[in-house]
């Protein structure tokens, strides 16, 4: 079992930056492929990022656009995801996820942290 736990989020201004964790633990969490995901209200849950276990990144391009950095430290049990030039529309609960795989959609995880709100104002 693979247990994930988000902080970090909060209430920003458009143009902010914010720094979300996920602190991961449980069964060969180092060699995991670990992504974050986001809900925006009335939306369903769309792919932000994911980094394998020996670093290789990949980023949804449709709004990421070089705004947000997916990075993961040394023992492997942290993902963290720099968020900068936050806008209105980054508003959602954003989820980390966890699998052997990397993947693009949510069914490619199995394993899910509970969310943690991040709200931008304008």
């Known amino acids: 079992q693979v247990q994930l736990v988000e902080s970090g989020g909060g209430l920003v201004r458009a143009g902010d930056s914010l720094r979300l964790s996920c602190a991961a633990s449980?069964?060969?969490?180092?060699?995991?492929?670990m992504a974050w995901f986001r809900r925006a209200p009335g939306k369903e849950r769309e792919f932000v990022a994911a980094?394998?276990?020996?670093?290789?990144?990949?980023y949804n391009t449709d709004f990421v656009k070089g705004r947000f950095t997916i990075s993961r430290d040394n023992a492997k049990t942290t993902v963290y995801l720099q968020m900068n030039s936050l806008k209105p529309e980054d508003t959602a609960v954003y989820y980390c996820?966890?699998?052997?795989?990397?993947?693009?959609?949510?069914?490619?995880?199995?394993?899910w942290g509970q969310g943690t709100q991040v709200t931008v104002s304008s």
């Open positions: 996820a966890s699998d052997y795989r990397v993947g693009r959609h949510p069914d490619d995880y199995a394993y």
């Open positions: 449980g069964r060969a969490i180092r060699s995991t492929a």
């Open positions: 980094i394998t276990w020996n670093g290789a990144t990949t």
